[in-house]
């Protein structure tokens, strides 16, 4: 610090306010230097090292809440086109089975009911494209929203739905899960306010030098000193801060603890539901679907031998096709899932080279 001044200036008498008539008067000069410790510094430092991490975390939470995000939303567009797409199916096979009935009730082969049926299943069919194009409408702009490209579409392919999130240990978790990484590293900032706190409790020491100017028929001065702090009500001060700190550090490693318990729970009900689903899936495509595509083909064929109604074909198809998408469901909530823990934690190249910007 610079400091300047006027030492002992009169304020009465004939001298009141002369800067050179009294020899006690002094114009003074001088510097002040506080001596900071090297530890002190030191933990300064890592305690502001602390903090840029600690805010680097809450940036890579951002970083992977986008991209699962925006996983989602390209898997819900996905699945929206496939059912868009199992909607326009149903939709021509009602037109094409309309086409059909109308013909044979002209021919008198079909009862004017049967007719009705087939137009009311069209009507229906049409009606579940309406709102498959909807869905995919809004899936669509959901997914503008995380990628700035307006109504995007997604290519026709089906994640593997392997994750390797469920077999990382708690370290490489550390490393690449944002909520794990984040209290990790409230840990290291809480303890690196313990260690500045710890340090705070010894004063700093200031040394000073001046010059002061006296008249000239006075010799002028060189003074020097140092201060140093009187520690008082440490217990009340010091120690408390002391304390404060190191109760805040108990309290990060107890949420750490909590933050894990909860991840793990979280990772484990994950890969639980994505098993189960794979598996439930193969399941309805090995069984139900065929079982499915056969009562289909039973019912037209007995239409058309005369033994069958019409309404039996129609039930079978509406089966057939509220198993399909069924299925389509069922893949989709599996992939949700996948994204959700596939996606949310950190690209490697990025925590290794620490780029976060």
Aim: hydrophobic residues 40%; aromatic residues 4%; neutral net charge.
């Amino acid at each position: 610090m610079l400091k300047v001044g006027i030492d002992n200036l009169p304020a009465t008498g004939a001298d009141r306010y002369s800067t050179t008539s009294d020899f006690m008067t002094m114009r003074r000069i001088g510097i002040e230097q506080e001596w900071v410790s090297s530890d002190k510094r030191a933990a300064r430092a890592a305690r502001a090292q602390r903090a840029i991490e600690m805010g680097d975390a809450t940036y890579l939470e951002t970083i992977a809440n986008v991209r699962e995000q925006t996983a989602k939303a390209w898997l819900n567009v996905l699945y929206a086109q496939r059912k868009l797409d199992l909607a326009h199916e149903m939709e021509a096979n009602a037109a094409d089975t309309l086409k059909a009935v109308k013909a044979a009730h002209r021919a008198a082969a079909a009862a004017a009911e049967e007719a009705v049926q087939a137009q009311t299943a069209l009507l229906l069919a049409q009606d579940a494209k309406r709102r498959a194009e909807q869905e995919l409408r809004i899936a669509q702009r959901s997914l503008s929203r995380w990628t700035g490209i307006p109504s995007p579409t997604v290519a026709d392919v089906t994640p593997t739905l392997t994750s390797h999130v469920a077999n990382l240990p708690v370290e490489e978790l550390e490393k690449y899960h944002p909520m794990l990484m984040a209290a990790r590293r409230a840990i290291a900032l809480a303890d690196a306010d313990s260690t500045v706190a710890v340090k705070e409790s010894s004063p700093n020491w200031s040394v000073e030098a001046s010059y002061s100017q006296r008249g000239s028929q006075y010799s002028n001065m060189v003074s020097v000193g140092i201060s140093i702090p009187l520690t008082l009500n440490r217990e009340r001060r010091q120690n408390r801060d002391i304390a404060e700190k190191a109760a805040l550090g108990t309290k990060a490693r107890m949420e750490y603890e909590e933050t894990l318990r909860a991840l793990r729970e979280e990772i484990e009900n994950l890969s639980t539901t994505i098993n189960s689903d794979k598996d439930r899936i193969a399941f309805l495509n090995a069984n139900l679907l065929p079982s499915a595509r056969q009562q289909v083909q039973l019912a037209e064929a007995a239409y058309r031998a005369g033994s069958g109604k019409l309404a039996g074909v129609f039930a079978a198809q509406k089966n057939l096709l509220d198993q399909r998408l069924q299925v389509l469901e069922l893949e989709q909530a599996a992939s949700i899932a996948w994204a959700s823990l596939e996606y949310h934690v950190i690209p490697h190249d990025m925590t290794v080279s620490g780029d976060t910007k």
